[in-house]
């Protein structure tokens, strides 16, 4: 690989939020001038899929898990959290605020319901919090989702959307074991052939490879449905709203809750970016295979303000939260 193609990923990786915000409006200003409305979503939801996840999971050492954190309390509630209250959160403002709009509204009964970005080791990293007890959080978060998410989704978004529960689990059991089993087989070739050395080397243009991924599913899916959105930007200021709204509440909630269990900075700015941060790729990827074009189109425009509004948390409010939580 050439040291351009590097340093573009690399670049791609640290200022996703951007590059992302530019494909949105890029996307945006393609569909309204040309047709895309024919184009296959589950297509390229598959595509996508596999350049997302793939990349992700073979840099996710799973195994670490093993000699990795003890935190059971931090552990238990940061997933308890992410799961119940944010699926509650988003269940309450969807009714508050987006009963009007079903396919949005679902968007984000799918952010509350499917958790744990695996960029919570990153962000936990940057912000000097647990990045051992982020990491366990993230490997059981991701495979806790095809068992739990389904029910959460059932539950709280039944009323919006209907679907077949059993294929949603089984796209979900698909999307995460494949590329996990994948991902854990390739690396363990790298390892085995190159050295430990060479795949921490390598696997930092991991993340830059699957925000490809990220890009290519943000811009058909905004493109698709652009005529609709630009003829009704009422529902582009929804979207805004719900999502906006929806990392308030949490943030705040989390931020009690972090405060009442005693936990330091180190631990509860897990507990608060583990159950604020959802997961984008997959969210993205199911609802691209089974859902409509607007709520794809809705969960295209989370991974531009969830990435500004966690950086907002880490930097912004992070000196404040040292002096909360010591």
Known sequence: MSDGLKRALLELKDRLY??????????L?????????DISMR?????SVFIM????????????????????????????????AASAVAYTISRAMLGGYPDIAFA?????????????????????????DALVIAVL?????????????????????????????????TYIFVPLIAGFLTRSAIIKKRGRRYFMDVRRLFPGISA??????????????????????????????GLISYYIVQTVLSTLAAKLLGFRYEHGLVLILGSTASSQAISLSVAATMFSALTVFALSFKPI????YILFLIYGLGPWLRKFLS
């Not at 951007?18 to 996307?27: E, G, K, N, S, T």
């Not at 919006?160 to 689990?169: D, P, S």
Request: charged share 10%.
């Open 43 to 47: 297509i390229v939801g598959a595509v």
């Open 18 to 27: 951007i590059y992302v915000a530019a494909d949105f409006l890029l996307a």
């Open 53 to 84: 996840l793939y990349p992700m999971l073979t840099g996710m050492e799973v195994e670490r898990i093993k000699s990795a954190g003890r935190n059971f309390r931090l552990i238990i509630s940061t997933l308890a959290f992410a799961y119940l």
């Open 212 to 241: 490809t991924g990220v890009l290519l599913i943000v811009f058909f899916s905004v493109a698709k449905v652009s005529k609709l959105v630009m003829a009704n930007p009422i529902i582009f200021m929804m979207v805004i709203a």
């Open 29 to 37: 200003l393609a569909g309204h001038v040309l047709d895309f409305e």
């Open 108 to 132: 984000l009964v799918m952010v509350g319901a499917i958790p744990c970005s695996n960029m919570l080791i990153g962000w936990s990293g940057i912000a000097d919090a647990s990045v051992e």
């Open 305 to 308: 303000l969830q990435v500004s």
């Open 141 to 173: 978060g991701l495979l806790t989702i095809p068992f739990i998410s389904p029910l959460l989704l059932e539950l709280s978004g039944g009323g919006y959307v209907r679907f077949k529960l059993e294929a949603l689990l089984f796209i979900l059991l």
